[in-house]
């Protein structure tokens, strides 16, 4: 992947250079914990009403590059874009989590009536983050990966074990691949657009991959994900490509070696020094801070900053949580945060 020296920091690294201090931002940074935030949630309505809006969305995805001065701003939207725009509708109660209908443990993914102009509006929000963006701040885009997508689309509903979706794909295989086949598809154009329309880097969250089988990850989180990035890869070959399969424990590996993505994300749950070790030499890392060492703050958080940059000193690495901020953070913990992280070695 070619390296230009106009790069911006956290995109340099996820195409394979070495900087000190590592790159720094943090997964859901653009939400609920920030009070301007949440004064302007206040203000539009709901939830999906802001991701909707490319001007509030705009706006939100801004809002702790302005705060804190990170290095990466990620795109402010959900994981459940894809169904909406395969055509199940799509709310997000007051209190509650997101809801799609028709579930389709009930109902056929192929009677759906595809809306693809949800994704436009996505697009507008990131051409409109990007001509605000200081050219030293990444634009990083996103999308769900299949197997996580999928476990929503079936069961209507986030679920703890994903027992719907696990045994849909037992019983049905080649139903159940069809289904896939089609989050493939529609993933690999809303991403391309993303990508057009200035998303410099894009992450794929697999934020389910713990649930499955060793046998069923590499059926449907490794070989989707490979499928995604080997043809993005074609339309767009120097956008680094970050997986982040949560849960993965030791199938992190396979995962690293066979999907093709550039940079691997690490939840909370791994040793870094495990990691470096068994990663392919120089491959970029992203993490893995726990969100609840932050959210304590203190020693604690002080201490697991230096073991996670220690153990990834020499390999491009870009700090990060190891899943999401927790929405009860306080602003100074993160304030603290990029402090530790900016401090030489």
């Known amino acids: 992947m070619n390296i230009d020296p106009a790069d911006p920091p956290l995109l340099a690294v996820l195409k394979g250079e070495y900087r000190h201090p590592a790159p720094l931002w943090l997964m859901r940074q653009a939400g609920r914990y920030l009070p301007e935030y949440r ?20 706006e939100i995805t801004l809002q702790p590059i302005r705060r804190f001065g990170l290095d990466g701003a990620i795109l402010f939207s959900d994981i ?43 697009y507008e929000t ?13 634009m990083l885009g996103f999308a769900g990966s299949p197997w996580t997508v999928a476990t929503y689309m079936v069961a209507g509903h986030g679920s703890k074990d994903h027992a719907e979706t696990r045994q849909l794909a037992y019983q049905d295989p080649q139903a159940f691949q069809e289904l896939i086949d089609k989050i493939v598809a529609v993933t690999v154009e809303y991403l391309s657009g993303q990508i057009e329309a200035g998303a410099q880097a894009i992450q794929l969250f697999d934020s389910w991959a713990g649930s499955l089988s060793p046998a069923q990850f590499e059926q449907w989180i490794i070989a989707p994900n490979a499928a995604i990035t080997s043809q993005l890869k074609a339309r767009h ?7 982040f399969p949560k849960g993965a424990g030791a199938k992190l590996v396979a995962y690293a070696t066979e999907t093709g993505v550039d ?13 470096n070790a068994v990663l392919p030499k120089g491959m970029p ?61």
């Open 39 to 58: 004064a302007l949630r206040a203000e539009k309505g709901g939830f999906l009403e802001l991701v909707y809006d490319s001007d509030a969305a705009a």
């Open 80 to 122: 459940l874009i894809v169904p909406h725009a395969i055509g199940q509708t799509l709310t997000f109660g007051p209190g509650e989590g997101p809801q799609l209908s028709p579930a389709l443990i009930g109902a056929d993914w192929r009677t759906l009536e595809p809306a693809p102009h949800y994704l436009t509006r996505i």
């Open 126 to 138: 990131v051409a409109k983050v990007r001509a605000q963006l200081d050219p030293s701040v990444t």
């Open 237 to 243: 070959p120097d956008t680094p490509v970050i997986g």
């Open 263 to 275: 940079a691997v994300g690490l939840d909370e749950t791994l040793d870094p020094e495990w990691a």
């Open 285 to 345: 890392v992203q993490g893995n801070l726990d969100p609840l060492a932050l959210m304590a703050g203190g020693p604690a958080l002080v201490s697991a900053v230096e073991r996670i940059r220690k153990a990834f000193a020499g390999r491009p690495h870009v700090f990060n949580l190891g899943h999401g901020i927790g929405q009860f953070t306080p602003i100074d913990h993160v304030e603290t945060l990029v402090e530790l992280v900016r401090r030489p070695l």
